[in-house]
């Protein structure tokens, strides 16, 4: 999908399940490690989290993404 992007990180079953109960209503911020007058939030109007049991990955598809200065 054009204007996505794809944020994948281990975790546990525990940890997948809390993540996918709240999944309306998750926000990722980032602030870069060389940049830190700026973070972007991402975040998926969908609620477009997968759990990938046999790798122990989450995943969470974006759609959405806005930097900010800080």
Known sequence: MENSWGISFKADQETA???????????????EEDCQNQKTWFY???GDVRFLEDESKCIILADH??????
């Open 17 to 31: 399940n809390t993540l996918l109960k709240f999944r309306d209503e998750l926000n990722i911020f980032y602030v």
């Open 44 to 46: 998926s109007s969908e």
């Open 65 to 70: 993404k806005t930097i900010y200065p800080v």
